[in-house]
């Protein structure tokens, strides 16, 4: 079965420093990604990042980089420059394919950001 | 091009009472997909559903729970006789026809249900 885990239930983060959120996750499958959502307080989901199982190079979007480690199956999110518009809800999600050959996304318990000016 | 559309935003009902959610995937995508979010919980998997076919209900509970998409309209997410239990807000995502490869699902804002 696959399982995600986030073991940072809260983090207060000093305005400008980069923050590391973490993100373990268990599969036996060979294909699967990776994803980063935001949720700020107003409760959208914002898709941040996607890794893909087979990507050779770790995933970048302008703040965000995704640090995957595959052999440890970490998918660990990095924020530089952390702004307060980061504070928010955090979740790590792995897509994989189902028994039906849909794509599932399976979530994390989610870490919540708070950036201190 | 329009995102994914969830109608209402905020729904409230009565213990008993029949709730009905909405959601208009992205132009062009013939999967949809239902999550559930209790309060301080991550999103679970509920339903996958194509055109007229219910693909995967493994996350649906087995009573009170149903979801359609019709050829034509909206996806519809229904619960029978709510109890307090089921406040939570309901998200629906879309993902375009693919034959091969692993695609992004595209969230809608959500429906916050309230049960009082």
């Known amino acids: 079965a696959q399982k995600i885990t986030q073991t940072q239930p809260g983090m207060f983060v000093q305005e400008k420093e980069a923050v590391t959120l973490d993100c373990t996750y268990d599969t036996s499958d060979p294909s699967y990604g990776l994803f980063w959502y935001k949720q700020p307080s107003s409760g959208e989901m914002i898709f941040l990042i996607y890794?893909?199982?087979?990507?050779?190079q770790n995933a970048t979007e302008g703040r965000y980089s995704l640090n995957f480690q595959k052999a440890r199956k970490s998918a660990n999110l990095v924020i530089s420059a952390s702004q307060l518009g980061d504070s928010a809800m955090y979740f790590c999600a792995m897509i994989f394919r189902g028994n039906f050959g849909n794509e599932k996304l399976t979530f994390g318990t989610g870490t919540r950001l708070t950036i201190i000016p | 091009n329009a995102g994914v559309m969830q109608n209402p935003r905020h729904l409230v009902r009565r213990r008993g009472q029949e709730a009905r959610l909405r959601c208009s995937p992205m132009k062009g995508h013939s999967h949809v997909y239902w999550y559930r979010q209790l309060p301080e919980e991550g999103l679970k998997f509920m339903v996958y559903?194509?055109?007229?076919?219910?693909?995967?209900e493994s996350g649906m509970p087995k009573e009170r729970f149903s979801a359609e998409f019709p050829k034509e309209g909206p996806s519809i997410l229904r619960i029978q006789q709510v109890v307090r239990g089921d406040s939570a807000a309901y998200f629906c995502?879309?993902?375009?026809?693919?034959?091969?490869?692993?695609?992004?699902?595209?969230f809608g804002p959500g429906t916050r249900l309230t049960v009082t």
């Open positions: 995502a879309s993902s375009p026809s693919r034959t091969s490869g692993i695609y992004e699902q595209y």
């Open positions: 890794q893909g199982s087979y990507d050779q």
């Open positions: 559903l194509q055109k007229e076919n219910i693909i995967d």
